[in-house]
């Protein structure tokens, strides 16, 4: 599969400040997607990208495709204890239908 | 509360026992997907089944064998496994077979976690 690169891999703030994470590859996306993933659960989609450009929020969670198709961010505003857990982004090239992760950012929130 | 649902939660088996872990989601899905993930890694593909047949297989050790029985289950036979294979299996599900890409996102269960002693 194709290489996916995030950062940061671990991420450690208090509470109410804002976050912002990123991946990166090596060739042209055309889905992004989000996830968040607590400890003993499996990975819950956060947001879905599917368009050069488009820029999609939920709640205090915004995403955005980039416009070289070869990157994304996920942004949390004013960050709460529960959004602790690892964040994982993925995606398909246009050259295959596997869907690529990310390595993960792991977030703390400190009260 | 995921719409796929996976049982059972947590599994313990010796290597020589032959269990089964079961997944089932009604959101009419016709792709369906076994990942395995180890602490604090992606979760890495498995199987996928695409209108209950077969699409691809990752090279994955006979020992884990998969059956879809309906569009609306999954199943993984487990037999003669390693302590390595210890992990959190995860079952997921899509709209179509295009692992996540063309609107079709995946959804995972919550997993079950495997311990072989």
């Known amino acids: 599969g194709q290489q996916l690169n995030q950062s940061p891999q671990s991420m450690f703030i208090q509470e109410g400040e804002d976050v912002s994470m990123n991946c990166t590859s090596s060739?042209?996306?055309?889905?992004w997607l989000w996830y968040k993933q607590d400890p003993g659960e499996g990975p819950v989609l956060l947001i879905a990208?599917?368009?050069?450009?488009e820029l999609t929020s939920n709640g205090r969670l915004t995403a955005q495709f980039g416009i070289t198709r070869k990157d994304s961010f996920l942004n949390i505003s004013a960050s709460i204890p529960s959004d602790v857990g690892i964040y994982f982004c993925?995606?398909?090239?246009?050259?295959?239908?596997?869907?690529?992760f990310g390595k993960g950012t792991s977030l703390l929130v400190t009260p | 509360d995921t719409e796929v649902t996976q049982t059972p939660k947590h599994l313990v088996m010796g290597m020589t026992n032959k269990k089964s872990l079961k997944c089932e989601q009604h959101?009419?899905?016709?792709?369906m997907y076994w990942y395995k993930q180890k602490a604090k890694k992606p979760p890495e593909l498995m199987f996928v089944?695409?209108?209950?047949?077969?699409?691809i297989n990752e090279s994955v050790p006979s020992r884990f064998s998969p059956e879809c029985p309906n569009s609306s289950l999954l199943n993984l036979h487990l037999h003669a496994l390693q302590p390595e294979d210890s992990a959190l299996y995860l079952c997921?599900?899509?709209?179509?077979?295009?692992?996540?890409?063309?609107?079709?996102?995946?959804?995972f269960g919550n997993g079950t976690r495997l311990t072989v002693t």
């Open positions: 990208l599917y368009k050069a450009g």
């Open positions: 959101m009419g899905h016709r792709a």
């Open positions: 997921a599900s899509s709209q179509s077979s295009g692992q996540g890409g063309f609107g079709s996102p995946l959804h």
């Open positions: 060739s042209i996306f055309n889905t």
């Open positions: 089944y695409s209108y209950e047949k077969l699409s």
């Open positions: 993925a995606g398909n090239s246009n050259s295959g239908y596997a869907l690529n």
